[in-house]
C-alpha cells in the first residue's frame, strides 16, 4: 500500500498535473551535478529534472520487499522477544523506512520544486529517527521496561522527533547539521545505553553498514556540483548511482544487525 500510495503520488505529479513553480534552494549550487532545465523548474513542466539522480531511487523498491521478505520468515517461525524479528508494528514500520528512504528523495530530483523537495529531508529524518528509537527501545528493554510503556515512548518520540526535525529544516537549517546529530545521538544510545550487539555476524553486518554510509558521503562529496567527480550530462552521477543506494545497503544492514540480537549466530 506505501509504495501504492507514494508512487502514484509521484507519478501524477510528474505526468498529470506537474511540479510547482517555486525553485528549491539547492538550485544555486547545482542541486548534485546532474543537468536538468531551469525553465523547466519556474514553468512546473511535467516529466522529471534530473533522470538519474530520481530513478535510481527505485532500488528502495527492492530493499524494503527484502526486508518484508525476511520479517515474515522470521514471524512464521514463531514468537521472538527480538522486536524487529516480531509482530509488533515497529517491526513493520522500518519496511515503510527503507522504502521512504529512496521513494522519498525522488521528490526533489523529480521536481527541484520547494513546494515538495521537502519530503526528500523527512525520508532522511524517518530513517536518522528510527535509528535512535529503535536503538532506545532495546535499551529500555534491557532495563525490564513493561512492554505498552516502551511502545508508547516509542511511538510519542519517534512522530515528535521526525516531525520536530523535518519542521526545523523547512525553516532553513542546514539538513546536513540535523543529521549529523542524529547520528552522534544514535552513536551514544548504541555504544553508552544499548549495548553494541555481541554476536559475531551481527557485528559484521554493522560494520558493513557503517562502511557503506561512509563510502556514500565521499562520493556525495566529491560528486557535488563543480566537485571532481561531477559531469552534468554523463549517464554515471554518482550522487543517484553511489549515494542512494548505498545508503540503501546501510539501510539493509542496520536491519540485519537488528535481527541478530539474542539469536544463536548459526540461526
Known amino acids: 500500500m506505501s509504495l501504492v500510495v507514494l508512487m502514484g503520488a509521484f507519478l501524477l505529479f ?10 528549491d534552494g539547492c538550485i ?6 546532474e543537468y536538468f532545465s531551469h525553465a523547466d523548474v519556474t514553468n512546473g513542466a511535467k516529466g522529471v529534472r534530473q533522470h538519474v539522480n530520481t530513478w535510481s531511487n527505485l532500488y528502495a523498491i527492492g530493499t524494503s ?3 518484508a521478505w525476511q520479517l515474515s520468515r522470521d514471524r512464521a517461525g514463531g514468537a521472538s522477544p527480538n522486536v524487529i524479528r516480531s509482530d509488533d508494528p515497529i517491526a513493520d514500520l522500518y519496511v515503510f523506512v527503507v522504502l521512504f ?3 522519498g528523495s525522488m521528490w526533489l530530483h523529480g521536481s527541484i520544486a520547494k513546494q515538495v ?9 524517518t530513517f536518522t529517527g528510527y535509528l535512535i528509537f529503535y536503538t532506545l527501545n532495546r535499551w529500555l528493554v534491557r532495563t525490564g521496561i513493561d512492554a505498552g510503556i516502551r511502545k508508547k515512548i516509542f511511538w510519542a518520540g519517534y512522530v515528535v522527533t521526525v516531525g520536530s526535525f523535518a519542521t526545523v529544516s523547512a525553516l532553513g ?3 546536513e547539521i540535523l543529521i549529523l546529530t542524529m547520528v552522534l545521538v544514535y552513536f551514544v544510545l548504541e555504544f553508552r545505553f544499548a549495548g553494541f550487539i555481541a554476536a559475531p555476524r551481527a557485528r559484521r553486518y554493522w560494520i558493513i553498514g557503517i562502511a557503506a554510509i561512509a563510502i556514500a558521503t565521499i562520493f556525495w562529496q566529491l560528486s557535488k556540483t563543480g566537485g571532481p567527480l561531477c559531469d552534468p550530462h554523463s549517464w554515471f552521477q554518482p550522487h543517484g548511482l553511489l549515494w542512494h543506494t548505498l545508503a540503501g545497503v546501510t539501510a539493509v544492514m542496520m536491519y540485519l544487525y537488528w535481527r541478530r540480537e539474542n539469536v544463536p549466530d548459526g540461526r
Open 65 to 67: 520487499f527484502f526486508v
Open 28 to 33: 544555486t549550487q547545482g542541486c548534485y551535478c
Open 14 to 23: 510528474a505526468y498529470v498535473i506537474g511540479w510547482p513553480t517555486l525553485p
Open 117 to 125: 523537495s521537502w519530503i526528500d529531508g523527512l525520508s532522511m529524518y
Open 101 to 103: 528512504l529512496g521513494l
Open 173 to 175: 537549517v542546514p539538513a
